[in-house]
């Protein structure tokens, strides 16, 4: 191995190092202050191993915030989520790549064209439609959005184009 190339890889290999604990203290820290008191955590000095409050702290917090609960309905809304959008991208990502019919080239066009409109755009539109149907504070108003997006419908339908039509 030549030495410049020893120097600069060491160079990097202490530069990662550095920042891997910048960016992961602050996980750490949220750790560290899990498990003291407040009066330890606001104390200012910074304290590097866990205290002895974990149990009571996270008893308090179940109290006032329901955190299984909110895991729970997470982790439901999620997989739903992820399961219905993977087979409706399939399908029509199939049907793009697959099938002829008329209009289909233009229908794909404005199905990408919506990847210029930014989400931020449809927040309130998307919150009036969700009061008009009843679905505030409901799954529904979760899941059903978020069930189909163009460039999962972009993305299925190129994989869709790699496999030949003779397979199917």
Do not use: H
């Not at 899990?34 to 409050?53: D, H, M, Q, V």
């Not at 739903?80 to 008329?102: H, M």
Request: proline share 4%; charged share 10%.
């Amino acid at each position: 191995m030549i030495k410049g190339n020893k120097a600069k890889m060491t160079g990097v290999f202490i530069f990662m190092l550095i920042a891997f604990v910048v960016s992961a203290y602050p996980f750490y820290a949220m750790i560290i202050n899990a498990t003291s008191t407040n009066k330890e955590i606001f104390s200012g000095i910074p304290r590097f191993l866990p205290g002895s409050n974990l149990v009571s702290n996270f008893k308090a917090l179940n109290e006032r915030i329901p955190i299984v609960q909110n895991l729970i309905n997470s982790i439901f809304v999620s997989f739903v989520s992820t399961s219905l959008q993977v087979l409706i991208c399939a399908l029509s990502g199939f049907a793009f790549a697959k099938f002829n019919f008329k209009g289909k080239n233009v229908l794909f066009i404005i199905i990408m064209a919506t990847m210029m409109i930014p989400g931020q755009v449809t927040l309130i539109p998307l919150f009036i439609l969700m009061a008009k149907f009843g679905w505030i504070d409901t799954y529904s108003a979760v899941i059903l959005p978020s069930l189909v997006n163009a460039f999962g419908v972009f993305f299925m339908r190129q994989n869709m184009l790699n496999f030949r039509t003779e397979i199917i």
